[in-house]
């Protein structure tokens, strides 16, 4: 690859990274964003979903929580298009739980959080499935949805608006250095193991989980704990808001409805590598019978998926673990610590308050780039429009009825029925450079996510391969089986129920229809590598608010 | 309800024990528990693609393929159903496709190596005569022809893998535009299959494949849309007007050529005058001194019971429910039984989705007469059958004989409840 260079390199292409490549666009600073996997595809991509109010954080994280108000009134106003505001529940089942609500009442006083409470039947009323157990209800407006995804890919197609640029699938190898200045980063393709170097004045290492291993290459020690947390999808949506165990926080305690699926989470337990998150049975259990308590329907809905993802929690020399650790985060200013100029480290945190982080660590950068431009992401929109866009135009609405398309004809093609995403959704990222295999459409489409887990679009993915971006058909195959071998690895966790019948219509469907499994004996590996767009068309990036909210 | 055999099921299987019955003159119910979505991927019936669930080399000849298979794996059901059974079932079906007015071709001697959507040759016993000269046996070029806006065939992507995997012969892709359809609009392969009995419809088609410039002896490969009711004329009359020979390949679902099949043995059966009960899932079977005395259904909140002689239970597989699977325990609808335990749900699933799936192979056990077995081999019930797909020890998605198997074993327990 050719070399390049920028003002400043981002290390890392989750939530947090991504709102520091806008941050910096903002500032008319030049950046590149450097990921080693795509977009989204570590821990932001695996979390729940869940824009938190601060009510889990109130009575012990207080900072927190304090964080999390403020950002998720930020985002509402900024990332309309990513936000379903939904609202939640802390609901108490045990009687530990009704000693827990004193406390739990005072801390959301304290931090400034709206919380009613509200009258079981009231309750039940807005959602029916308010299992029997429930004995209390706190009504918290704040608590929200939030699409990891689309929120990374809105922060870094803003940013690309602006001059940005990203690599994906490029890991960071090394650093260029100039006696204590940093100068550079080595890169190398993930896929084709091509090097390469982005020359810069400095480096915001933004890779959460990983920020150890990359302060590493440069001999410095940041102390990240990787705590896996194991969360599982269940495909229908059994309660409107979110739903909290009014309880100290612990497994199992949330029920996040994303779209149309429902989402129980999670587990936490410290691992010792951020790249290896096996998922157990007994944690698979552990959220579907403490779900249960919550919510009627959770053992009987069809649990879709389960998946794992880590969180970055830094070590701030307490004695606290896992789940007692603080959900703060800190930005490690490496020229005042070790004594190495332009590299500056943010970690901790979560998805709620990335944008935060990002301006704290890009007020760090600045300043030593000498630029005073004050950070801007509060205001603008990330769609970069004054009018709130309708997220769910393709959605059913809250009530199960289709909404009005307005002028658009309302038998549109589908290019996946599961998760109502169009051909044009998909389109734009056939072209566009960052994206290199069909786990990077989806990440930008929703494509493949719902209950069929991608048994047809997978297919119609592969043709558009073929078509739209002139890869050979073995590679294009290649490609879809990877892309449901991806999805049948999440699947395999929770194989009972119906799980069967879906899963036998995907092996009849590719394996007895379309003889797939014998195609792929004749496929050389890897063939999981998409060749660059043709000569001459654009970049994915520059597409309007309204294209990316369209694929919703 | 008093008959002679019921027959629970809406595959090939519960066709195959419904005709059995009906040709040897007794009485049938055939009990329908809806369209399972199994139809939606099937299309050709596969008696034995491959020996092994992952050999690599396609069996030519699968009567010398089936009885190498049972000298070797005596437990194997198509083992238990025995040659005869395949035999006699196989020409009970052709003999009834003719009758039903499907055209349909093949023989146990030789499979097709017919081309799917995604371009990969797979072997096929008997097929719709509308699929036939799509065989990569023979050497004639191949155009695929897919239409504008219609993501459910995609020529390009076949005729490249194609190109790859078949060195006989010249491949290309194109696409046309169906008259009325668009990228624009909302359309199934059902929508395009009623169109093509249209005869202004299917001659622009036909026009602008002439139009292609198709070179001499080049035969064209269309997505299986050919027609829904009446597909021998619609497709005769396609193929007159392309000027080439045609042959249709199952698009992903839903798939028009199951459709047509299905719809129409099951019509055929209701003309017979065989009385058919919709859309009643099973419940619970009734035994008593080791004979089922009645299959209770659930229907619109009461159980009404199906008595019968004897039974044919042939239900497929996970798709149509005839197993349950707990989170450790995997039962049977009727008897209720364990027929398979797992310490966790993930050892039912192999870690590729395209190895061999353990799932595939759960079952019920199966006496020689294919009487579903306790563990020490004992009966369940003395005058019950089990034909298709819920079988125990066989993998019909990696040897591609799901169809074979359900007309042997259909045709077999069908015999077997004739006689007990």
């Not at chain 1, 590493?216 to 947390?229: A, D, F, N």
């Not at chain 1, 943010?346 to 990002?358: C, E, N, P, Q, S």
């Not at chain 2, 019968?308 to 707990?326: I, K, M, N, P, T």
Request: net charge neutral; hydrophobic share 40%.
């Amino acid at each position: 690859m050719p070399d390049t260079s920028t003002g400043v390199v981002v290390i890392g292409g989750g939530s947090t990274g991504a709102g520091v490549l806008r941050d910096l666009a903002l500032r008319g600073i030049d950046a590149i964003l450097v990921e080693k996997g795509d977009l989204a595809s570590g821990t932001t991509g695996r979390s729940h979903g869940l824009l938190h109010s601060g009510g889990r954080y109130c009575v012990n994280d207080e900072q927190a929580a304090i964080e999390c108000v403020e950002e998720g009134r930020i985002l509402r106003r900024i990332a309309r298009s990513v936000v379903e505001d939904t609202g939640g529940y802390f609901v108490s089942v045990t009687e530990e739980d009704r000693e827990w609500e004193p406390r739990f009442v005072e801390g959301c006083r304290r931090t400034g959080i709206t919380c009613e409470r509200i009258s079981i039947e009231e309750a039940r009323r807005r959602e029916p499935a308010l299992s029997k157990q429930v004995r209390t209800v706190f009504w918290v407006p704040e608590d929200g949805h939030l699409d990891p995804f689309f929120l990374v890919v809105g922060n870094v197609e803003s940013a690309r608006r602006r001059g940005a640029r990203v690599m994906t699938h490029t890991e960071v190898s090394g650093f260029l250095r100039d006696g204590d200045q940093v100068t550079g980063v080595r890169i190398r393709d993930s896929k084709t193991n091509e090097e390469g170097t982005i020359a810069c004045q400095a480096v915001i290492n933004a890779t959460g989980a990983w920020a150890g291993l990359v302060a590493r290459l440069l001999g410095v020690e940041v102390k990240v704990v990787p705590v896996k947390g194991t969360m599982v999808v269940l495909s229908r949506r059994l309660a409107y808001a979110a739903i909290n165990r009014c309880h100290k926080p612990g497994d199992g305690d949330i029920v996040v409805p994303g779209l149309s699926v429902s989402i129980l989470g999670t587990t936490s337990a410290k691992v010792p590598d951020p790249e290896t998150l096996p998922i157990e049975w007994d944690e698979v259990r552990r959220m579907i019978e403490e779900g249960a308590m919550m919510l009627d329907g959770v053992t009987t809905a069809r649990a879709m998926r389960a998946y794992a993802g880590v969180r970055p929690l830094y070590d701030l020399g307490a004695e606290a673990e896992g789940r007692e650790m603080s959900r703060n985060f800190a930005v490690i200013d490496h020229q005042q610590r070790d004594g190495i100029k332009g590299f500056t480290s943010i970690v901790g945190g979560k998805v709620t308050t990335y944008r935060l982080m990002a301006e704290r660590v890009v007020d760090v950068a600045a300043r030593q780039l000498g630029v005073g431009t004050p950070c801007t992401t509060a205001e603008v929109a990330l769609n970069d429009r004054e009018e709130p866009l309708d997220q769910l135009r393709h959605r059913p609405s809250r009530l199960g009825v289709p909404k009005p398309h307005g002028d658009e004809s309302p038998l549109q093609p589908l290019l996946c029925e599961c998760e109502l995403v169009r051909p044009q959704d998909a389109a734009p990222w056939f072209k566009d450079p960052a994206v290199r295999d069909l786990e990077d459409v989806r990440r930008r489409t929703r494509s493949g996510m719902g209950p069929c887990q991608a048994a047809i679009c997978s297919y119609r993915l592969a043709a558009r391969l073929v078509t739209d971006r002139d890869v050979d058909g073995p590679s294009a195959t290649r490609a879809m089986a990877d892309f449901l071998e991806t999805r049948w690895r999440g699947v395999r966790h929770v194989f009972w129920g119906s799980q069967l019948r879906n899963m036998q219509i995907t092996t009849g469907l590719h394996m007895e229809l379309f003889n797939v499994d014998r195609q792929l004996s004749e496929i050389p590996e890897p063939g999981e590598n998409l060749p660059p767009p043709l000569a001459g068309e654009g970049q994915g990036g520059g597409r309007t608010p309204a294209e990316i909210a369209g694929q919703r | 309800m008093k008959t002679d055999v019921a027959v629970i099921g809406s595959g090939l299987a519960a066709l195959a024990a419904a005709r059995t019955v009906q040709q040897s003159g007794r009485r049938v119910v055939l009990v329908w528990p809806g369209l399972s979505s199994l139809y939606f991927v099937f299309a050709t019936v596969d008696v034995l693609g491959y020996p092994t669930a992952t050999a690599a080399d396609p069996i030519d000849d699968p009567a010398k393929g089936l009885a190498q298979l049972i000298a070797k794996q005596p437990g194997h059901p198509y083992a238990r159903a025995g040659m005869k059974a395949v035999e006699d079932g196989t020409s009970l079906m052709l003999e009834w496709f003719k009758d039903a007015g499907l055209a349909w071709e093949g023989s146990l001697n030789r499979n097709f190596l017919l081309p799917t959507a995604t371009g990969a040759p797979k072997p096929s016993c008997l097929a719709p005569a509308s699929m036939t000269a799509g065989d990569l046996r023979r050497p004639e070029p191949i155009v695929l022809c897919g239409f504008v806006g219609y993501q459910d065939f995609a020529p390009e992507l076949a005729a490249s893998n194609l190109k790859q995997q078949w060195k006989a012969g010249e491949v290309s892709a194109v696409r046309v535009t169906a008259p009325g359809y668009g990228p624009d609009r909302l359309f199934t392969s059902i929508d395009l299959a009623r169109s093509f009995e249209d005869a202004t419809f299917r001659d622009a088609v036909a026009g602008q494949l002439r139009d292609k410039l198709i070179g001499d002896g080049a035969r064209v490969g269309m997505p299986g849309v050919l027609g829904l009711t009446t597909p021998n004329e619609t497709f005769a009359a396609f193929q007159r007007s392309v000027g080439h020979p045609v042959f249709e390949i199952p698009t992903i679902p839903p798939s028009v050529i199951a459709l047509r099949l299905f719809d129409r043995l099951r019509k055929h059966l209701q003309e017979g005058g065989i009385e058919i009960i919709w859309a009643a899932p099973a419940h619970a079977a009734d035994v008593t001194d080791g004979r089922c005395r009645s299959i209770l259904l659930k229907a619109a909140g009461h159980e009404l019971p199906v008595e019968a002689a004897s039974y044919v239970l042939a239900l497929e597989d996970w798709v149509d429910g005839a197993l349950r699977a707990g989170v450790h325990t995997v039962r049977d609808p009727f008897f209720h039984q364990p027929v398979a335990w797992h310490k966790v749900p993930t050892d039912r699933a192999a870690e590729s989705l395209f190895a061999s799936q353990p799932f595939e192979q759960i079952g019920y056990a199966l006496t020689d007469r294919l009487q579903p077995a306790d563990e020490n081999g004992k009966p369940l019930a003395r005058n019950v059958f089990i034909a298709g797909g819920a079988m125990a020890g066989y993998d019909p998605s990696g040897t591609k004989s799901r169809g074979g198997m359900a007309i042997a074993t259909g045709y077999r327990a069908a015999k077997e409840a004739l006689a007990a």
